[in-house]
């Protein structure tokens, strides 16, 4: 059964950082795209950050963009975002989430995890 | 950036009614447009892909049709597990857009 799962959130400081983890198993990362989405407590969702399976086609949103940074580790198969300059409005789930790209290449993000807290405030 | 709206915000319906959700684009996804479900303190639940194929494992209920800018949600039949709150998401391009979410709330 395909899994995926977060970790790395917590509580930190304006201006902090935090590296957020995404483990995954019975599938290989690096044969899919994969993406951040986030949601602001009590609020809808926005995407974060997404990198193509080859890690040639990386985008940010651009509210976060130079601020965090989307990358891979095929060996440890796993997602990783580290996001620096933390602003109180940030603070949100952060879900890492897989795209699954069909034969007629349409895309659908079909696999989430349940998500990991980060909490910037002073 | 393409905006995503959805209408309405909320609604109140009950149990066997049949709901209809929109989804209205700024420009044209073509068919690059997907619908999730969430539950509260739950991950979003992919639904329908492309516009309108029913994602393995959900319930035939569930329907989807539209293309271009305008698209549409339906459940024919509401159930008690179908209260929540339902997302449209353009991947037509980045940023690719959610709309803002439609709680299905119950009478």
């Known amino acids: 059964e395909v899994q995926v799962a977060e970790s790395g959130g917590g509580l930190v400081k304006p201006g902090g950082s935090l590296r957020l983890s995404c483990e995954v198993s019975?599938?290989?990362?690096?044969?899919?795209?994969m993406n951040w989405v986030r949601q602001a407590p009590g609020k809808g969702l926005e995407w974060v950050s997404s990198?193509?399976?080859?890690?040639?086609?990386?985008f940010y949103a651009d509210s976060v963009k130079g601020r965090f940074t989307i990358s891979r580790d095929n060996a440890k198969n796993s997602l990783y975002l580290q996001m620096n300059s933390l602003r109180v409005e940030d603070t949100a789930v952060y879900y890492c989430?897989?795209?699954?790209?069909?034969?007629?290449?349409?895309?659908?993000?079909?696999?989430w995890g349940q998500g990991t807290l980060v909490t910037v405030s002073s | 950036d393409i905006q995503m709206t959805q209408s309405p915000p909320s609604l109140s319906a009950s149990v066997g009614d049949r709901v209809t959700i929109t989804c209205r684009a700024s420009?044209?996804?073509?068919?690059?447009l997907n619908w999730y479900q969430q539950k509260p303190g739950r991950a979003p639940n992919l639904l329908i892909f492309?516009?309108?194929n029913l994602q393995s494992g959900v319930p035939s209920r569930f329907s989807a049709s539209g293309s271009g800018t305008d698209f549409t949600l339906t459940i024919s039949s509401l159930q008690p597990e179908d209260f929540a709150t339902y997302y449209c998401?353009?991947?037509?391009?980045?940023?690719?857009?959610f709309g803002q979410g439609t709680k299905v709330e119950i009478k």
């Open positions: 019975e599938f290989t990362v690096s044969s899919y795209s």
């Open positions: 989430a897989r795209d699954f790209l069909d034969a007629t290449m349409v895309t659908r993000t079909d696999y």
């Open positions: 990198i193509s399976s080859r890690g040639d086609n990386i």
């Open positions: 492309a516009a309108s």
């Open positions: 420009q044209s996804v073509h068919k690059y």
């Open positions: 998401q353009q991947t037509y391009t980045t940023p690719r857009t």
